[in-house]
């Protein structure tokens, strides 16, 4: 049986974690959004697609500098990108579905 709180464990107990309550990774194993070097993402992906939390979820990683898995459907290369049109541009918003691929 799968521990639906797994994904829990990825966020630091310090942090507001309501937002996990609603997400889409909840009851799936976190190990998929760790695949190995190479591997693929698009599994963790489709989970992260319609996710409602999937803003807050890159927001916390990118905040984090989280290095590893995906956060907010995005790799980690991706999210690099995101982060540097945030600093780049201020305070304006990026949204993760004009940053997805
Ligand atoms: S965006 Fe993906 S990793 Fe983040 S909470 Fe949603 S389903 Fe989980």
């Known amino acids: 049986m ?12 310090e942090e507001n974690r309501d937002w996990l ?3 889409n990774c909840m009851g799936v194993d976190p190990e998929l959004f760790f ?3 190479g591997a693929s993402t698009r599994e963790a992906k489709e989970v992260c697609r319609g996710c409602v939390v999937r803003d807050e979820c890159l927001d916390y990683a990118i905040s984090r500098n989280e ?5 907010g459907g995005l790799s980690e ?10 600093l780049g541009a201020g305070p304006v918003p ?8």
């Open 35 to 37: 695949p190995e070097r």
């Open 21 to 23: 309550l609603r997400a």
């Open 67 to 71: 290095k590893f898995g995906i956060w």
């Open 94 to 101: 990026v949204r993760v579905s004009s940053a997805a691929s």
């Open 2 to 13: 799968t521990d639906i709180w797994k994904p829990i464990s990825r966020v630091a107990e």
């Open 77 to 86: 290369r991706e999210r690099r990108k995101v982060r540097r049109v945030r």
